[in-house]
């Protein structure tokens, strides 16, 4: 899925500004169809956002949106950020939904233990996906069917399985807290106690609002995606560079881009859990000198309400955290030293590494020059040396016998 959308928004009005897709959430409809949620993001600053003019492009782009790829697309079905056009006798009318309505869900499930915390590991997998199909399923039963859109699970914790999970809404006047609450606990609760579906008994729930946008149907401005982006840069040792990796259509850069993305949802089990949206890989590159991957990708997540801002360090600080020290993600082994996030990094790593290479490089070839000046020098030395020793020589004056003996030359008076 992400495949395909990927194209549809590079040929848009928002294509300069457009930074990915992914598809979050597929869900049962109505009919033996499918309901997919995707989350697709720009940057605001560099283009303004016109969610009409958007569907339009794209429902151009899928045959009036019956066609995505091989996928067959159900024409009523389209929604850009609570937009769509249905068809009437007379015209086709939009139809504007406000926002959305978000709400935090805790609950233990004290049947189940949870031995493995570990976010990539398949124990912890399978239970993200049985407990996401109940509450989904739960919601999609219960009177809130028309307005509900999904739930998913944001983290699990030990002790004996703690549940982190978030669920969405439409907006309308009679959705409030209180009646997901309410919802909630009428259809878990049987004569033993809570049970979600019949395989997790539950204690300890409470519902808390978490998100609520509402947006005028008249509003013309540019909508702002209260989100705050991280550009991540690191290198991966164990994937050699390949120029197929900047070929957006080749299988090894679907492939690796999709792995990487789907390692980068290590986020989930994160402090940051609550705010994180996605991660997307944006590029793949050489590094200088050595036969790795440098990897280009662009982290989401909501603004923290307290402050309205998320630091660069510590996404840093987290992303450290839950890679060992940056060394390892999923199968991918990273270079250590080489994480930046938006630009920041402890060791500023790609400066420093370039200039200490260039200090090696120089010293190098000092210790040549001082070499050979010593060699010089060390010649330089002999020649003296040997050029005193034939002055010296000539302080004296020999005489050769006719026999082949040398005799000083003395005062032959003084010989007895």
Known sequence: ??????????????????????????????????????????????????????????????????????????????????????????????????????????????????????????EYRAAVESITNKMNQLYHQSDLRDQFLTCRITGLRPGSIVVDCQCFFQPDPNINRAVVERTFQDRTSNTTGLWLGSS?????????????????????????????????NFQISNLPYSPELQDSSSQMYQENKEKIEKELEVFRSSHLKNQFVGCTVESFGPVHGKGHTQVASVCKFTLDPPSGTLQEQKVFEELKLLTQGFTRLGHYELQ???????????????????????L????????????LLGFILL??????????????????????????????HLNTGKVH
């Open 1 to 122: 899925m992400n495949h395909y959308l990927d194209p549809l928004f590079k040929r848009s009005s928002i294509s300069s500004a457009y930074t990915g897709c992914k598809a979050m959430t597929f869900r049962s409809g109505s009919r033996d169809d499918t309901k997919v949620d995707a989350v697709c993001s720009y940057n605001a600053s560099l283009a303004s956002f016109d969610r009409e003019k958007l569907y339009q492009e794209l429902s151009t782009m899928t045959n009036n949106v019956t066609k995505l790829g091989h996928y067959s697309l159900d024409r009523s079905s389209l929604y850009i950020d609570g937009f769509t056009l249905t068809d009437s006798p007379a015209t086709k009318k939009p139809v504007l939904t406000e926002g959305k309505l978000g709400y935090r869900l805790n609950f233990r499930i004290v049947n189940e233990n949870l031995t493995n915390p570990d976010s990539q590991s398949p």
């Open 200 to 232: 997790y008994r539950l204690q300890e729930f409470s519902v808390d609002t978490l998100e609520l946008s509402v947006e005028a149907a008249t509003h013309k401005t540019p909508l702002k995606s209260g989100k705050e982006n991280f550009g991540l």
């Open 336 to 358: 250590e030293q080489s994480l930046v996030v938006e630009g920041y990094s402890p060791l500023k790593t790609d400066e420093p590494e370039s200039k200490r290479s260039e």
């Open 360 to 371: 090696q490089f120089w010293a190098i070839i000092l210790i040549c020059l001082f070499t």
């Open 379 to 408: 010649l330089l030395l002999c020649f003296l040396v040997l050029s005193c020793l034939r002055r010296k020589s000539h302080l004296y004056q020999v005489q050769q016998g006719l026999y082949g003996l040398y005799f000083p």
